[in-house]
């Protein structure tokens, strides 16, 4: 079993910066993969993007690739989101996943790919 928690959701204005935080606790052979999703109001969920612990990783939405990065600390079991130039449509409850296994870029979109999943965290950007 692992257990996720996800902090530093908020309120930011447009064009800010956030930094999420997952830290990831219990067998750690089950987060060998983390990653990050988001499914915003009235909207489906999203994938936004996973990195494993040998430097894998895997980009989803468009929409954010130039403006959000993914890093982690291996010694601390720590997963982070570095969210620049926030936009409105950014706004969105953004939740932590992970898995057992080498992260897979063809498939890690998949939500039914991912063993665990943290409550999530609000991030709430005004215009």
């Known amino acids: 079993q692992v257990q996720l928690v996800e902090s530093g959701g908020g309120l930011v204005q447009a064009g800010g910066s956030l930094r999420l935080s997952c830290a990831a606790s219990g067998r750690t052979f089950a987060s060998y993969s983390m990653g990050w999703f988001r499914r915003a109001p009235g909207k489906e969920r999203e994938f936004v993007g996973g990195?494993?612990?040998?430097?894998?990783?895997?980009v989803g939405t468009d929409s954010v690739k130039d403006r959000f990065t993914m890093f982690q600390d291996n010694a601390k079991g720590t997963v982070y989101l570095q969210m620049n130039s926030l936009k409105p449509e950014d706004t969105a409850v953004y939740y932590c996943?992970?898995?057992?296994?080498?992260?897979?870029?063809?498939?890690?979109?998949?939500?039914?790919?991912?063993?665990?999943w943290g409550q999530g965290t609000q991030v709430t950007v005004s215009s």
């Open positions: 990195i494993d612990w040998y430097g894998a990783n895997a």
């Open positions: 996943v992970a898995a057992g296994r080498p992260l897979d870029p063809r498939v890690a979109g998949s939500s039914n790919w991912w063993d665990y």
